[in-house]
């Protein structure tokens, strides 16, 4: 038995640093490389096929210089106001969030844009403790090895906005019908002010109590100013 469960730890201490160095080879390269996808697309595609529509990934990657600035204020003053501050996580806005859920049955996140961008190019959809714990350490990853820029411009350039809309020139081309260069404040913050719900809510067709986020997430950008990449 003690040959046996000398053999079990061994397997798992290679397991272990294998994991850890796939993972870390995986986010430098994807400090350089663009990603071509994600797993939250390739499931919104089947979604999409199951419901009897087309497949349809519309997503075209820009450099983060031509991201107008104000989309890049508005992602910061919509999802998270110290990410060029933190290293990855907003502890009390965590615990704004627990507490928040404690008293609702609507959800509040609490995940910074650094999590998002983790969650959505390393893991797969969905809710559990494991996935939660992937997310932190691919977090802690990406804070580590890329710069506020990469993960800004990775973030606008994946994050669902739409049905089968990803990234920023996406959504521009789709809702303005202009390039994400060309960008105005009330179009960045309505664009922004749709990513937690972006298949129930519209950036052009906004009801009473998105017109208001819309408007705050305007004032948040003024009261930001010019970020510092």
Known sequence: MKGIW???????????????????????????????????????GFERKSDGKD?????????????????????????????????????KAMERAIDKNQHSHKLMGGSTISQQTAKNVFLWPGRSYV???????FTMLIELFWSKKRIMEVYLNIIEMGDGIYGVEAAA??????????????QASAIA????????????NPDDRLRHHQYLIRKNMRRLGPLDF
């Open 55 to 91: 497949w349809k990934i519309d997503k075209h990657w820009v450099d983060f210089d031509d991201i107008a600035d104000p989309m890049k204020r508005a992602a910061v003053a919509a999802e998270d106001q110290k990410f060029l501050n933190h290293f990855g996580f907003d502890f």
């Open 173 to 186: 081309q789709e809702y303005y019908h202009v390039h994400a260069s060309q960008l105005n404040k009330y």
């Open 193 to 204: 002010s749709i990513f937690p719900n972006p298949l129930k809510w519209s950036p052009t």
């Open 131 to 137: 996935r939660k714990g992937f997310e932190a350490y």
């Open 6 to 44: 000398r053999l079990a730890l061994r397997i798992l201490k290679l397991l272990a640093i294998a994991f850890f160095g796939i993972s870390i080879i995986w986010v430098l390269a994807l400090k350089f490389i663009n990603p071509p996808f994600t797993l939250l697309m390739i499931e919104r």
